[in-house]
Every structure is written in structure tokens, then in C-alpha cells.
């Protein structure tokens, strides 16, 4: 089951304009990140404040099944928006082709989170930049498949 209700398109434009092409496409278009070749996922959470359903492009890290979500920002001094939403409402969608799936959202920590640290900087290794630009501990989200 897929999650319902309003969806309120990004105020970014590149972000909308991706969603939309990915999931048009069935994720044949859009699969990669702006002007690259690493691939991306779309995941759909609900809004923390707002409950609307918001949709977010974010770099496909995987490994039997589970996903990573990494909270990067880009290095930025405070979390992206969505992580609000995964913690308000720890259940999303993730499509990564064509059919979005459920997952459940947990925040991975000690020895756990290390792992998929390194999972993911091994997958795209621009993380390990982010970093070193912020002082808080770049949270590394688990999506685990709600039907597993």
C-alpha cells in the first residue's frame, strides 16, 4: 500500500521538474543526478508540519533490498526538510523503477550506522566531502521494505 493524500510539488524547481520526469517515465528518465551518472531514487514522505505528501530525489544506496536515505544536505549546518518528515512519520514510499514501494524509516546508529556510512561513501563518495563541511553527524536513514 502506497502512501495517500495531497501532494505538494518542492518549491525548488529542478526538484519538481525530476520528480515529475521519473515518475512519468517509470523511472526510465530523470534516473541519474543533474548532469551526472550516479543514480537517484524518488522517496515520498508525508510532512511533518504540513501532512501533505512531499517527493524527494535522493542518491540510490542499496544493498540487499534496504535502502539508505543520507541526510547530507550537502554538507549544510542543519538537516534537509525531509528529515522531519522521516521522523514524524517513519513509514514512505520509494520508487526505484518503475512501482513505488513501501518502507519502513528508522535512523541507523552505532556500529549499524558506520556500516552504511561507509556503504554510501563507497557508493558516492562526494558524502565524505559533506562531512567535513558541517559539525553535526550526517544521519544515515534504513527504508526497510514494509512487506519483508
Given at each position: ?109 552505532g556500529e549499524e ?36
Open positions: 500500500m502506497t502512501l495517500q493524500g495531497e501532494y505538494e510539488p518542492s518549491s525548488q524547481k529542478w526538484v519538481r521538474d525530476q520528480v515529475a520526469a521519473y515518475e512519468a517515465s517509470g523511472g526510465r528518465e530523470a534516473n541519474t543526478l543533474q548532469g551526472g551518472k550516479d543514480p537517484i531514487v524518488v522517496i515520498t514522505s508525508v510532512g511533518a508540519k504540513s501532512g501533505k505528501l512531499r517527493k524527494n530525489p535522493v542518491m540510490r544506496v542499496e544493498k540487499d533490498g534496504v535502502y539508505a536515505a543520507i541526510a547530507s544536505k550537502g554538507g549544510a549546518p542543519e538537516n534537509p526538510s525531509w528529515y522531519a518528515n522521516f521522523v514524524a512519520h517513519p513509514v514512505v514510499d520509494l520508487q526505484d523503477g518503475p512501482e513505488p514501494r513501501s518502507y519502513t524509516v528508522r535512523v541507523a546508529e550506522r558506520r556500516q552504511w556510512w561507509d556503504h554510501a561513501v563507497a557508493t558516492w563518495p562526494t558524502y565524505a566531502s559533506y562531512q567535513e563541511k558541517t559539525d553535526r553527524e550526517i544521519p544515515v536513514f534504513l527504508l526497510e521494505p514494509t512487506d519483508a
